[in-house]
Each structure stands twice: as structure tokens, then as C-alpha cells.
Antibody
Framework: QVQLQESGPGLVKPSETLFLTCTVSGYSISSSYYWGWVRQPPGEGLEWIATIYHGGSAYYKASLKSRVTISEDVSKNQLSLNLRSVTAADTAVYYC???????????WGQGILVTVSS | EIVLTQSPGTLSLSPGERATLSCRASQSGNGKYLAWYQQKPGQTPRLLIYDASTRAPGIPDRISGSWSGTDFTLTISRLEPEDFAVYYCQQYGTSSGNTFGQGTKLEIK
């Protein structure tokens, strides 16, 4: 049974960089599927952030592209998200997801709440 | 970027009734690549429908999706107590514009 576990800081200061990791167990991220990140501000809706496919193809939400990098570490079977110059608007639960197609989320991690505040 | 508009914002129905949720795309960008998710309070979203009308594994057949042009519909034929939740549609499959709708809350009347 595949499991996705997000990890990272729960609190980040404005203008700093948020770095999140998703550790995948039960499946090798290099085998197949699209892997990505979706976020949800408290009490609000869902927002797709980025997706990566093994081999390096990365896709980003247009409005976030200048601040976001998604990457994979096959040796650790991990997915990472790097979000630069954060503001309060980046406060959200960040979900690691797996999909059968680009940006679809067939399987979700439990999510991690990240608060941007000084 | 395609904008997905869901309606109604809130739908109040009773168990046993039929629910019809709408998701309209601002343009016909990505064909049938639309998904529906269900999210209950305090839980992670769950994929219900993909490719506009294909049920995800384990989803009961009283839940169905359809589409015509830029209009997508999620139908729950007979509401069960566990169906009351928030539903999101999502266009996927594009390099940068994989947007979600704002959600429809299905509540018990």
C-alpha cells in the first residue's frame, strides 16, 4: 500500500523559503505516475501547485512558476517542494499527491499545515 | 488559464434525493480532462471521477459524471448520509493551468 508523508516546518517567516519533503513508501517514484503538490488555505479551496514526472519533466501553476521548484530524489524515494519569498497568502495545508495523469490527484498524503508569520 | 465555476455554492438536500452539481469551464481548453473530488471536514480530498465520467476505484455507481462542451456535471442519484461534503472539480492534463473550481457544499436539509 503506497503511503505519502509530508514533512517540513510548520512555521515560516515572510520572505523566507519554504521547503517541504514528501517521503513515499510502498512504491518507487521512478517507476511511474505523476507526483505533485496541492495546497489548501485554511477554510478555502484547493490549488494545484506543481507536478513532476520521473525523468525530470516538471510542470508549474503559471502564477507560482517564478517562486516554485519541484524536484525528486530517487535514492531516497522523496519528492520536494521549494517555495521562495513566501507571504501570508502561502499559509495553507500542503498535500503531496500521486496521479495517473498530469496534475490529477488520485492519491493524497495527509497534508502538512504551513503558517507564514513573523 | 481556464477558470472553473461551480454552482450552486451550497446545495441543501435530504438523504434519498438526487444531487446535481455543475462545473463550467471558461473555455474549451482541455476536453474531457476533468476530475471531481469529495472532501469531508477534517479529511483529505478523495478522487471520485476522472476523464469527466469515469469512476475512480471503489466509487459507487450512484455517483456519476457527464459533460457537454464546457459544462460538466456530477450527479449523485440517491444521497446517502456520507455524501454530504464539499465537492471540487478540477481541469487537469495541461502544462500550467490545472485549476480547481471553488467548490460546492452539499449539506443536509
Amino acid at each position: 500500500q503506497v503511503q505519502l508523508q509530508e514533512s517540513g516546518p510548520g512555521l515560516v517567516k515572510p520572505s523566507e523559503t519554504l521547503f517541504l519533503t514528501c517521503t513515499v513508501s510502498g512504491y518507487s517514484i521512478s517507476s511511474s505516475y505523476y507526483w505533485g503538490w496541492v495546497r489548501q488555505p485554511p477554510g478555502e479551496g484547493l490549488e494545484w501547485i506543481a507536478t513532476i514526472y520521473h525523468g525530470g519533466s516538471a510542470y508549474y501553476k503559471a502564477s507560482l512558476k517564478s517562486r516554485v521548484t519541484i524536484s525528486e530524489d530517487v535514492s531516497k524515494n522523496q519528492l520536494s517542494l521549494n517555495l521562495r519569498s513566501v507571504t501570508a497568502a502561502d499559509t495553507a495545508v500542503y498535500y503531496c499527491v500521486r496521479g495517473d495523469a498530469l496534475a490529477i490527484a488520485s492519491f493524497w498524503g495527509q497534508g502538512i499545515l504551513v503558517t507564514v508569520s513573523s | 488559464e481556464i477558470v472553473l465555476t461551480q454552482s450552486p455554492g451550497t446545495l441543501s438536500l435530504s438523504p434519498g434525493e438526487r444531487a446535481t452539481l455543475s462545473c463550467r469551464a471558461s473555455q474549451s481548453g482541455n476536453g474531457k480532462y476533468l476530475a471531481w473530488y469529495q472532501q469531508k471536514p477534517g479529511q483529505t480530498p478523495r478522487l471520485l471521477i476522472y476523464d469527466a465520467s469515469t469512476r475512480a476505484p471503489g466509487i459507487p455507481d450512484r455517483i456519476s459524471g457527464s459533460w457537454s462542451g464546457t459544462d460538466f456535471t456530477l450527479t449523485i442519484s440517491r444521497l446517502e448520509p456520507e455524501d454530504f461534503a464539499v465537492y471540487y472539480c478540477q481541469q487537469y492534463g495541461t502544462s500550467s493551468g490545472n485549476t480547481f473550481g471553488q467548490g460546492t457544499k452539499l449539506e443536509i436539509k
